[in-house]
């Protein structure tokens, strides 16, 4: 009975023909007028073990139901997709609202089992990724930094601004109203990057600015570092705007854009157009302000010894008046 509903009904591929380099395949199957209607597949003969023919209705129930259009499987179990399409909420955020809310009100038979799947595995993927390439890169970057001025303090001050320009990109990101992404990642860390390279520049300014007025023994008190850093600082204004101007030039027509690929590469852009802006004031008002923290310390010392090699002196030069006296 099931071979003629398989090939007589359903039809079977009984063989091949080869047309020059062309392959089709011979399918077998009754006319289209003995099975186009539920009479007629009733209708449809089978034999028996003795040899007699009866239609198939005698040993079939032969009716129209709604079923699965493709039965699928995974791991040799059967599976169903439930799509959904998402709007004004991110893919991470609506996953985790549906995995609570199925587990309070969803109770699943014994052998059922639920994967949330699409695009929450890519992202899932993606997070785990970048736990692993943002500390790496964040590393790398102290360890340029170390190599460049050989000090650590130095180097945790660059470090310890990098999250005042991630602000400008947060901002900029919730006035677009972008979700985080793989994307938004790759467009902090770069973020990142060029926000620690204006910050190397910025100290190497106000370090040349500082050692200078030092040889010429003009670093006597905090007005003199004081006078120092707003030297280095505004020897910095030009370069730095110059930098900011270059780079946001270069990505707003980014956002601007439209076609392929201009979603993703607005999000990449979007951080660093927004973090270029506290850059900015991070580099010109932050770093000089935690540089005047950190060398006031210096310049109080050498003021102390100073003012110790000043009380000393008086009684050297009178030691040696009376010895001429003698």
Request: overall charge neutral; aromatic content about 10%.
């Amino acid at each position: 009975m099931q071979d003629v509903i398989q090939s007589a009904i359903g039809g079977m591929n009984v063989t091949y023909t080869v047309e020059g380099l062309e392959r089709y395949p011979v399918n077998v199957r009754y006319m289209r007028e003995l099975r186009d209607n539920l009479p007629m597949l009733k209708r449809v003969l089978i034999s028996t073990p003795t040899g007699a023919k009866i239609p198939l209705e005698y040993v079939a129930d032969i009716e129209i139901k709604k079923g699965p259009p493709v039965i699928k499987s995974e791991n040799a179990r059967k599976t169903a997709w439930l799509y959904v399409d998402i709007r004004d909420i991110d893919v991470g955020t609506y996953v985790k609202l549906a995995k609570q809310a199925v587990e309070e009100k969803v109770d699943f038979p014994e052998g059922y089992s639920i994967v949330w799947s699409g695009q929450y595995e890519y992202m899932e993927r993606a997070q785990k990724r970048l736990q692993i390439v943002v500390p790496i890169t964040l590393v790398i970057i102290f360890l340029l930094l170390y190599f460049n001025f050989k000090n650590i303090t130095e180097s945790l001050i660059v470090m310890l601004s990098l999250p005042f320009s991630l602000v400008g990109g947060i901002w900029f990101m919730y006035f677009l109203n972008y979700n985080f992404s793989v994307a938004v990642g790759v467009g902090f860390i770069a973020l990142a990057g060029v926000a620690a390279e204006t910050g190397v520049v910025m100290l190497i300014y106000l370090d040349h600015a500082y050692k200078d007025r030092l040889l010429k023994g003009k670093m006597r008190n905090l007005g003199d570092l004081y006078e120092a850093i707003i030297e280095g600082a505004v020897e910095r204004v030009r370069p730095k705007m110059m930098t900011v101007t270059a780079i946001m030039a270069g990505l707003l027509p980014i956002l601007w854009g439209s076609g392929t690929g201009s979603q993703v590469m607005k999000r990449i852009a979007a951080p660093m157009v927004g973090g270029m802006v506290t850059s900015t004031i991070l580099t010109l008002i932050v770093i000089p302000a935690i540089y005047y923290l950190w060398k006031s310390h210096e310049v109080k010392r050498l003021q102390a010894q100073l003012a110790a090699g000043d009380s000393q002196a008086p009684s050297e030069a009178g030691s040696d008046d009376e010895g001429d006296k003698a």
